[in-house]
């Protein structure tokens, strides 16, 4: 579709930045939105030529919409690392010995309290084994059904998965009981790192002493009795910031250790999907 009321293109906007810093030229390259996509789909069809693949004239692709590839029976059965097993030393891989390794000099060189050489357990910083009496939930992460990550959480089928308005906190029925909680309510959920309000989903289908926030829903803090919180349920104000490893540097946001209690205040209003006060247009 066109562009709506002010929204403009990512290469627009792009474009807009570059002329505004002296560099516009060097951005573009002299070329326009389009002329940049028939680069892209050409330099990609001239890669497939040499491999044997066929594609058709930029064209006839962009007035079909779309290319489908045929997969060859011998794509359908392939192995993994089936020439390194057929000869080994002739086909080595990439590690130290050029081996499968179950064990890393390299990285075992490096010293690292929290990676070693080989595999190896480490207790987690929070979860079911470090529950507390003030956070004895212990608290996950997913991807949700309705958006990518948090791409699309603003359109009606992200609105199909929400309670009240806001991001569903999974709960077994047990967990329930004993915090006087019903399916429907609008709850705090709280950690030693922040707070957020969410709508109970009370279910057998998460195990008890656990509950499941799916990450994505959009930030909206706001000030309230309980302080300044997230209003809408979002999973990162209560999830772990921390690396995995030093050497992997992956996050283990998708845990932590919370405790959850019925919201009695009056419940804010949820703004963040209301557009925003119309101003002039940039032209």
Not at 209 to 233: C, K, L, Y
Request: hydrophobic residues 35%; glycine residues 8%.
């Amino acid at each position: 579709i066109k562009p709506q009321y002010e929204s403009r293109s990512d290469y627009w906007i792009g474009t807009q930045l570059a002329k505004r810093l002296g560099i516009e030229e060097a951005f573009t390259e002299g070329r326009t939105e389009m002329q940049w996509i028939e680069k892209f789909y050409n330099d990609c069809r001239n890669n497939g030529a040499r491999k044997g693949i066929v594609m058709p004239e930029f064209k006839d692709f962009w007035e079909k919409g779309y290319l489908f590839f045929e997969v060859e029976e011998k794509d359908r059965e392939f192995v993994s690392f089936k020439t390194f097993r057929e000869d080994p030393k002739a086909n080595s891989l990439g590690t130290e010995s050029g081996l499968i390794q179950i064990y890393s000099p390299k990285l075992a060189s490096y010293g690292y309290d929290d990676c070693k050489g080989h595999p190896s357990y480490f207790e987690p910083i929070e979860g079911t084994a470090k529950a507390t009496k003030e956070y004895p939930l212990a608290f996950v992460s997913p991807k949700s059904r309705y958006r990518m990550h948090s791409q699309l959480d603003n359109v009606n089928t992200a609105r199909r998965g929400s309670v009240e308005e806001r991001e569903p906190v999974w709960m077994n029925p047990a967990d329930a009981q004993v915090r006087g909680l019903k399916n429907g309510d609008v709850v705090l959920v709280r950690c030693r790192r922040g707070a957020c309000l969410c709508g109970l989903q009370v279910s057998d289908r998460i195990k008890p002493g656990v509950v499941s926030i799916q990450h994505g829903a959009w930030f909206e803090p706001e000030n309230t009795p309980a302080g300044r919180i997230d209003v809408h349920g979002n999973a990162n104000t209560i999830a772990i910031d921390v690396i995995t490893s030093k050497i992997a540097r992956g996050n283990v946001s998708s845990t932590g250790n919370v405790e959850v209690s019925l919201w009695k205040d009056e419940v804010p209003p949820v703004r963040i999907f209301n557009q925003p006060r119309r101003v002039n247009a940039v032209k």
